[in-house]
């Protein structure tokens, strides 16, 4: 299966380490996927205009070409302004309806406070369902503490992440399985 | 409805229309030669006039995996193969052209088919084109209404003296040649919500309606917005058509009209649109609330009924060969219309 890490944001630390660490734990545990990091900081992404995502050039076309072709989306994201960044934003937008179609989609996510814990089940979760995503419930939150000079200290936080990795993999698995089951009964 | 030559006597008109799209047959894996499609297309024309189809269209769409993009000949070489079925663009992308020369196209269709051709008038869903013909994008919406306006005039009027913002001013100028009986049916292509569905109602110009799949009762607030707008602007509802379109397949049995069209719907969004058809919803389709035309022939006529009863349209437009159909089930497609859903369909419809 292919999986896309994406890191959102262009600036800062915390969720480009987070996302490194799950991208460790997930070749660890499944070494035969086929893993890419996209790391927004790296790539010089425009503005949606509303076209078809095939008709961008560069890195954009690079992004979207490469999120729309993965079975599973684990996405970081830190907190701004109690929501995720632009940057993210964007890339939501420059994708079309109903993208996440079959797609699991999962989340990391950090802030500077624990006050945004439940930022992603108020501003992150509403567009991944609007898009259809399979999302994984459970998500991992980050917040200053858990982190020391661009490493996880905590070690609750590296359990969950094995989790969510797991998560991630076996729902692509058990979507793989209802859609043969579908096929079947379809019959065309 | 004199005016854009329909006959609501006859019951609802029955049209094909194309794409140009040029894409493998995702079965075999083959793909036949740009010439190769062109000339399906001018075929299937033949068989469409022979069969008893009304209308004949094909579109532009400027970029791969299609081959059409001079829309005009490919309708100027229908002309000359037919001599019954009316013939039209599905559609014409006025934004990214200039109204006085698809208005001189279309009127030399006219008079080599003997007064037969229509204009279909769409803004295009694609940038490619825009970037290839050198229209600026940022004003895609007001160029179309401005081409249009002028394009309807040009059609209403001997000499037209016009000025508008995107175009060079006319002055008294007469546009050669004129069709065979002055004007031409001129369209507006709508996509699915009523925004522009209104915008043509306001224009009372007649709408050709895209209703591409799912529940057929969505497309019907486009409608009744389109007649509303119509009488608001001080125009006749009723005197204005209405034409839908949908993506068609028939065959002798619905279970294998769904296993002979899904490949190709699917391979054609997957290649156009970046995305496939998702199936949970094609298996809905042939259901007769469903817009989607996929089904055996009494499948496809309760549809075609039941979307009469809502829309209440005078032709519906139905799209064979999305995606890389091979021609021989494009003749089995045209031979069930000709035999079995055109008479069915006229005998409920025709207005007495």
Excluded at chain 1, 49 to 54: E, H, V
Excluded at chain 2, 227 to 246: H, N, V, Y
Aim: charged share 25%.
């Amino acid at each position: 299966m292919k999986i896309v890490a994406l890191a959102g944001s262009i600036v800062g630390s915390k969720t480009k380490t987070a996302i490194l660490k799950t991208v460790e734990i997930l070749s660890q545990k499944y070494p035969e996927n086929e893993i890419t990091l996209l790391d927004l900081a790296e790539y010089t992404v425009q503005f949606s205009d509303g076209r078809n995502y095939l008709e961008y050039e560069g890195d954009t076309k690079y992004i979207t070409e490469t999120i729309m072709a993965a079975d599973a989306i684990i996405i970081g994201t830190p907190t701004f302004q109690a929501s995720i960044p632009a940057t993210l934003k964007n890339i939501f937008d420059l994708l079309p309806v109903n993208a996440f179609r079959d797609k699991v989609v999962s989340s990391v996510v950090t802030a500077g406070t624990a006050k945004h814990y439940l930022m992603v089940e108020q501003q992150l979760k509403p567009i991944l369902a609007y898009m259809k995503a399979h999302i994984v419930p459970t998500y991992v939150f980050m917040e200053e503490k858990d982190f020391h000079r661009k490493e996880i200290i905590n070690d609750d936080i590296l359990f969950r992440l094995e989790r969510l990795v797991e998560d991630t993999v076996l729902t692509v698995e058990a979507l793989k399985i209802i859609r043969i089951k579908k096929d079947e009964e379809y019959g065309f | 409805m004199e005016k854009y030559r329909i006959d609501p006597l006859k019951g609802i008109e029955f049209g094909l229309y194309s794409l140009g799209d040029h894409m493998s047959n995702p079965i075999t894996g083959e793909r036949i030669s740009a010439q190769a499609r062109i000339k399906e297309l001018i075929e299937a024309s033949k068989l469409a006039e022979q069969a008893g189809i009304d209308v004949f269209g094909v579109g532009e769409s400027h970029q791969t995996y299609f081959t059409t993009q001079a829309h005009t000949v490919v309708l100027g070489a229908i002309a000359q193969a037919t001599s019954k079925i009316k013939i039209t663009s599905s559609a014409t992308v006025l934004s990214v052209s200039d109204p006085v020369r698809v208005y001189e196209d279309f009127a030399t269709i006219d008079l080599i088919s003997d007064g037969r051709a229509e204009i279909v008038a769409g803004r295009g869903s694609r940038v490619g084109a825009y970037h290839l013909l050198g229209v600026n994008l940022q004003d895609y919406e007001e160029i179309f209404e401005e081409k249009l306006e002028l394009l309807k005039k040009i059609n209403e009027e001997d000499q037209v003296t016009w000025q508008g913002e995107y175009r060079t001013p006319l002055e008294n100028a007469h546009i050669l040649p004129q069709p065979k009986n002055g004007s031409l049916p001129i369209w507006r292509a709508v996509g699915g919500p009523p925004t522009s569905a209104i915008k043509a109602g306001y224009m009372g110009i007649p709408m050709m309606l895209t209703t591409l799949g799912g529940p057929a009762i969505n497309f019907k607030p486009s409608v009744d917005a389109y007649r509303e707008a119509a009488e608001r602007s001080g125009f006749d509802p009723k005197a204005l058509p209405i034409a839908t379109t949908s993506l068609f397949y028939v065959a002798d049995t619905t279970k294998e009209a769904l296993q002979e069209m899904y490949p190709h719907l699917n391979g054609g969004f997957q290649a156009i649109r970046g995305g496939g058809y998702p199936k949970q919803q094609f298996a809905q389709a042939p259901d007769t609330r469903d817009a989607l035309m996929v089904g055996s022939k009494e499948q496809i006529i309760e549809k075609m009924l039941y979307q009469y009863e809502l829309y209440g349209m005078q032709r519906f437009m139905a799209q064979i060969d999305f995606g890389g159909v091979p021609f021989e089930k494009i003749m089995k497609n045209i031979e069930i219309i000709g035999n079995d859903i055109i008479p069915a369909i006229k005998k409920y419809t025709a207005v007495k």
